[in-house]
């Protein structure tokens, strides 16, 4: 059974920082692209990010491209999500989602598996 487990979010102020992780089980991690993914209140889905299967290649949303890194560790089956400078702007759940590729091209919106989400809110 796949899992996909995040970790990480919570109540931050602005300019402040936070490290997103996701724990994947149940598939074999080093073979697939994967992202993250927000949902701020209100809205729709929004792509933030995605990394290739070997952690390689990676590609950014414009609105976190420079504040933001994401990165994994496929040794131990974790992605992570590394946000500085964050805005309120920022605040959403953020999901991770398995690709159903490698690579990063032809990942975004392609997506088998999703996590259940970690809240990040950043307000003063």
């Known amino acids: 059974e796949v899992q996909l487990v995040e970790s990480g979010g919570g109540l931050v102020q602005p300019g402040g920082s936070l490290r997103l992780s996701c724990a994947a089980s149940g598939f074999t991690f080093s073979r697939y692209a994967m992202s993250w993914v927000r949902q701020a209140p209100g809205k729709g889905l929004e792509w933030v990010s995605a990394i290739d299967s070997g952690g390689d290649s990676t590609s950014y949303t414009d609105s976190v491209k420079g504040r933001s890194t994401i990165s994994r560790d496929n040794a131990k089956n974790t992605l992570y999500l590394q946000m500085n400078s964050l805005k309120p702007e920022d605040t959403a759940v953020y999901y991770c989602?398995?690709?159903?590729?490698?690579?990063?091209?032809?990942?975004?919106?392609?997506?088998?598996?999703w996590g259940q989400g970690t809240q990040v809110t950043v307000s003063s």
């Open positions: 989602a398995k690709s159903l590729y490698d690579s990063v091209a032809g990942t975004i919106g392609n997506y088998d598996y």
